[in-house]
């Protein structure tokens, strides 16, 4: 059973920085990939990142490139989100998924972690 367990949200001040966690269990597939999305308040869900994970070959929205950074620890079945220089529109509640065959489809999500960034 595929299990995704984030954490790390939290508050933090216009221009911080923040690492979200994700703890992935029951990935038994030969080739998948992880990602990142976001849901702001009031508004749908959105992509914000994925890594292949047997490549690591990435992919950023175009809101977040050049400020957050995914990076994977395949020894630890981790995934992470390196999410520098933040801005009052990143708050939102972040989800860790997969998907299991990499075609695109997200068949897996974790709870989500608050992250709230003051003006």
């Known amino acids: 059973q595929v299990q995704l367990v984030e954490s790390g949200g939290g508050l933090v001040q216009a221009g911080g920085s923040l690492r979200l966690s994700c703890a992935a269990s029951?990935?038994?597939?030969?080739?998948?990939?992880m990602g990142w999305f976001r849901q702001p308040p009031g508004k749908e869900r959105e992509f914000v990142s994925r890594?292949?994970?047997?490549?690591?070959?990435?992919s950023y929205s175009d809101s977040v490139k050049g400020r957050f950074t995914i990076s994977r620890d395949t020894g630890k079945n981790m995934v992470y989100l390196q999410m520098n220089s933040l801005k009052p529109e990143d708050t939102a509640v972040y989800y860790c998924?997969?998907?299991?065959?990499?075609?695109?489809?997200?068949?897996?999500w974790g709870q989500g972690t608050q992250v709230t960034v003051s003006s």
């Open positions: 890594i292949v994970w047997y490549g690591g070959r990435t």
């Open positions: 998924a997969t998907d299991i065959y990499s075609d695109g489809n997200w068949n897996y």
């Open positions: 029951g990935l038994t597939f030969s080739s998948y990939t």
